[in-house]
């Protein structure tokens, strides 16, 4: 298995800007190998794919935050990032990082991934 850590997020004004890390470890394959994703939520409501990277650092994102949103992968540090600028009250949410190893899909659905952080908080005010 493989356990992912969130770190960063917090409070900010519209407008501005955040930046949070997701670090991996305890794989059973290298972290290279593994496709990951930001996700996000708020109560009631259903979770989100937010932005995704596969193996070769493709990157897709939700309608919503493309342009302003980009998450990026560091296979040397085993981190996942993503930077959120020009951020929206309507982007408060608790992001999660997420892990999968098997390719294609949707990379939206949630439920394509196996491994998940314990997720993080962000306010936009």
Known sequence: HVQLVESGGGSVQAGG???FSCAASGYGVTYSEYCMGWFRQTPGKEREGVAAIDREGLTSYADS??????????NDKNTLSLQMNNLKPEDTAMYYCAARTAPGGRWSRPDQYPYWGQGTQVTVS
């Open 65 to 74: 935050v493309s342009g302003r949103f980009a998450i990026s992968k560091d």
């Open 17 to 19: 800007s955040l930046r």
